[in-house]
């Protein structure tokens, strides 16, 4: 689905007209009084500062591709779409330094919207949703390897059984706090939420989706609780706490967006495939493209 950056749209709609009218093309009327181009521009930005605006909100603006993984094994013969193998995950980060591109993480990118910081010149974030323990395995010492950061986003429930009940299995295992924490510790991975126990369809749910005929106050209440728990085990567990919320199979309702924010979320990542233009507007934070990485799509070929 579209999420109109309603704030972005309205600001760039009022520098051009304010640019037009500046040049006699058009005129602006106020509760009916027709104002002429000479009136407005006693009181308005000359067309030259208005262009200057509008080319200074672009210059703000940086493309961002954020390229979605699942699982990383040592081949992928699986026939999954989520499955790709290390040494293609390895040809992946060798294209991107190649071509000069810099993996980010997603608190990079709510600093430079923030004001707080700036983004290299050709930014991309690497994500891995579910949070499985070969993306310690594999992806993880790739990571280390060619000097790249990435996100995961993890599975509370998953991340607890795991640690209670170790099973180092790459093929299906989950990530514990222990990985976890080692991994926060390299700096070449930062982690955000999931959900806790909200990765599932067969619960009469689809993941955080607002079930039909639920009551706002109903929805609101699964989705802080489960939300929730995973935040506190978070802060409990490595001492962080996530600022970003990836949705469930990317299944979104709009009444979770206010809640979500609600929640001191910054930002929020789709399964929606794009490119992001991301400004100094925090709209532009929330429900940020993806392009999912297939066994038969290369990051070259995503991004070429």
């Known amino acids: 689905m579209y999420v109109i950056k309603m704030k972005t749209l309205i600001y760039y709609f009022a520098i051009f007209a304010v640019t037009l009218a500046g040049i006699g093309i058009i005129k602006l009327c106020s509760y009916g009084t027709s104002i002429d181009a ?8 000359s067309p ?36 790709i193998s290390e040494a293609d995950f390895e040809r992946d980060l060798k294209f ?3 071509q000069g591109y810099t993996p980010i993480v997603m608190q990079d990118l709510i600093d430079f919207v923030d004001g707080k910081g700036t983004l290299p010149e050709k930014p991309i974030i690497l994500t891995f949703d579910d949070g499985y323990f070969n993306n310690c395995s594999y992806a993880f010492p790739l990571l280390k390897k060619y000097d ?21 299995n790459p093929a299906y295992s989950h990530l514990t ?10 700096g070449n991975v930062e982690f955000q939420n999931h959900s806790y126990n909200l990765h599932t369809i067969d619960k009469g749910r689809n993941g955080t989706k607002k079930k ?27 001492g962080f706490t996530p600022t970003t919320f990836t949705y469930p199979f990317g299944s979104v309702s709009n009444d979770s967006f206010d809640i979500i924010q609600e929640m001191g979320f910054r930002a929020s990542l789709s399964c929606e495939s794009g490119m992001n233009h991301i400004g100094k507007n925090s709209d532009d934070l929330y ?18």
Not at 177 to 186: L, T, V, Y
Not at 213 to 236: C, H, I, M, P, R
């Open 48 to 83: 030259q500062s208005s262009a200057m605006l509008f080319d200074k909100a672009k210059s703000d603006e940086k493309d961002v591709p954020i390229i979605m993984y699942h699982s990383i094994l040592r081949s992928s013969h699986s026939g999954s779409e989520y499955i």
């Open 38 to 45: 000479d009136s407005m521009l006693k009181e308005s930005p």
């Open 212 to 238: 039909k005929g639920e009551s706002l106050a109903d929805y609101k209440a699964v989705l802080t609780s489960d939300l929730g728990k995973l935040q506190d085990a978070f802060k409990n567990n490595v």
């Open 177 to 186: 706090w222990k990985d976890i924490k080692e991994m926060i510790a390299s």
């Open 287 to 304: 429900m940020l493209k993806r392009y999912l990485r297939t066994p038969k799509k290369s990051v070259q070929a995503i991004l070429e």
């Open 96 to 98: 991107l330094k190649k």
């Open 148 to 168: 790249c950061k990435a996100v995961i986003s993890i599975i509370g429930y998953y991340t607890d059984l795991y640690t209670e009940t170790p099973d180092e």
